[in-house]
T-cell receptor
Framework: AQKITQTQPGMFVQEKEAVTLDCTYDTSDPSYGLFWYKQPSSGEMIFLIYQGSYDQQNATEGRYSLNFQKARKSANLVISASQLGDSAMYFC?????????????FGKGTTLSVSS | DVKVTQSSRYLVKRTGEKVFLECVQDMDHENMFWYRQDPGLGLRLIYFSYDVKMKEKGDIPEGYSVSREKKERFSLILESASTNQTSMYLCASIQFNTGSEQFFGPGTRLTVL
């Protein structure tokens, strides 16, 4: 079974609109971390946001917020006020266990296209 | 700023060649990782290392080996390159037990002919 599922291969949004990228995860470990990375066409992986399993509040970083629903095992990324520069591949990832520094498990990614 | 560098952005090799992909980080991180990225498959872990001379297999280690002789450098080795190893290779590092995000290098796009 997949540990990280991103069901949207591609998403399209217009500038200034908000968009939600879906991510569900599967783990039996009570301690874990959830990450979102952005990969533009240039290829580098850019860290966007992190949510720990014990964090009470949803993480936010500027225009990015993580809608963390623990009971549903979902960790959707919300991008508010989309910009043309947001066009990229987005990956959801999970670290299992309480020890920071372990390997990440990645989803297959969602390609976001922002149009003017 | 943390910097993770990879020796080449693009590499073209022939089937059967021995290929070395080098990764260097400048933040004294203990943990380093090699991932492979293929369209529709996301990133998959090949090998990782928690310390100098220590290595652990990831999900897809077949056809690869690694070397970590110095803390800052983690090398991925394709002993005999094959066409199915044509892919994007990404190196990452993180501070053990205190870091949250993994820092990635720019990637090496390897083509095996």
């Amino acid at each position: 079974a997949q540990k990280i599922t991103q069901t949207q291969p591609g998403m399209f949004v217009q500038e200034k609109e908000a968009v939600t990228l879906d991510c569900t995860y599967d783990t039996s470990d009570p301690s874990y971390g959830l990450f979102w990375y952005k990969q533009p066409s240039s290829g580098e992986m850019i860290f966007l946001i992190y949510q720990g399993s014990y964090d009470q509040q949803n993480a936010t970083e500027g225009r990015y917020s993580l809608n963390f629903q623990k009971a549903r095992k979902s960790a959707n990324l919300v991008i508010s006020a989309s910009q043309l520069g947001d066009s990229a591949m987005y990956f959801c990832a999970m670290r299992e266990g309480g020890q920071a520094g372990t390997a990440l498990i990645f989803g297959k990614g969602t390609t976001l296209s922002v149009s003017s | 700023d943390v910097k993770v560098t990879q020796s080449s952005r693009y590499l073209v090799k022939r089937t059967g060649e021995k290929v070395f992909l080098e990764c260097v980080q400048d933040m004294d991180h203990e943990n380093m990782f090699w991932y492979r990225q293929d369209p529709g498959l996301g990133l998959r872990l090949i090998y990782f290392s928690y310390d100098v001379k220590m290595k652990e297999k990831g999900d897809i280690p077949e056809g690869y080996s690694v070397s970590r002789e110095k803390k800052e450098r983690f090398s991925l080795i394709l002993e005999s390159a094959s066409t199915n190893q044509t892919s994007m290779y990404l190196c990452a590092s993180i501070q053990f037990n205190t870091g949250s995000e993994q820092f990635f290098g720019p990637g090496t796009r390897l083509t095996v002919l």
